[in-house]
């Protein structure tokens, strides 16, 4: 994490500085375009796409921990293995709702996930007519089996 953030400022301060070398550039050719200025704003466009870049990979960084953290915490609620002082109480003590297993959270997260990227890629196909409505109404029922709602009789059984 120190790596990412120490290269996001790193290429901030490239960026800044060549956004400042164009600036002077400018000046000194009075506004005109010289080969010192096209050279200063290619410079330019070159740190800006490096920055760019870092700040990418920050987002992507920041989007996985967000990702690990919101996952753990799913888990921990969902088998009750979370500490009481942890979390709120109303949540570890919902009633009527029984712990899961980890392993069981996952593979209806992934059937989740999936129907989703199908979806998603579906959305255009057959059904766009009905896109917003039946056709988005259908697909989920279709996929109801063995998704989380028809997974729910094997719960008891590990």
Request: hydrophobic letters at 40%.
């Amino acid at each position: 994490m120190e790596a990412t953030v120490d290269d996001l400022s790193a290429a901030y301060d490239d960026f800044v500085a060549a956004a400042s070398a164009v600036v002077e550039a400018r000046a000194q050719s009075g506004g005109a375009n010289t080969a010192a200025t096209d050279a200063a704003l290619e410079a330019f466009k070159q740190r800006w796409e490096l920055f760019r870049v870092a700040c990418d990979h920050a987002e992507e960084l920041v989007e996985s921990i967000r990702q690990r953290i919101g996952s753990e915490c799913l888990v921990d609620e969902a088998t009750g293995s979370a500490s009481a002082g942890s979390g709120p109480a109303p949540l570890a003590a919902a009633p009527g709702i029984k712990p899961i297993s980890a392993v069981r959270l996952e593979q209806m997260s992934k059937a989740v996930r999936w129907l989703v990227i199908e979806l998603q890629h579906g959305a255009g196909g057959a059904s766009a007519p009905g896109a917003a409505g039946g056709g988005g109404a259908a697909t989920p029922n279709a996929g109801a089996g063995p998704g989380p709602g028809g997974q729910h009789p094997e719960e008891g059984g590990q």
